[in-house]
């Protein structure tokens, strides 16, 4: 429920998800509530949301105080979450691109 209403901006809310789910497996604290939560709002597993956020979080540049680096991870785990969203919905790689 709470991911459909999210609409537009369910790839935002899951951004807050998988940051949980990495936080959670990088210190070995995994919870079934989190692999819940990950199913639910990102359609995957949680680890696989970790292992989307580390991958966001690969050569992040140093940022600068108009985009912080944790501004660019958050849009790049959301713009990787709106492809896996699209995935789901089209059955195909790109999207249905």
Do not use: Q
């Amino acid at each position: 429920m709470l991911g459909r209403t999210a609409g537009p901006n369910a790839a935002s809310l899951g951004v807050g998800v998988a940051a949980s789910a990495r936080t959670r497996h990088t210190i070995g604290n995994p919870v079934e509530h989190n692999d819940i939560a990950c199913s639910v709002l990102c359609r995957m597993s949680s680890i696989e949301a970790a292992r989307l956020a580390d991958e966001a979080m690969r050569d992040l540049p140093p940022g600068s105080e108009a985009e912080p680096p944790y501004e660019i991870w958050r849009v790049r785990l959301r713009d990787a979450l709106k492809e896996h969203f699209a995935e789901m919905a089209t059955g195909r790689p790109d999207g249905g691109a």
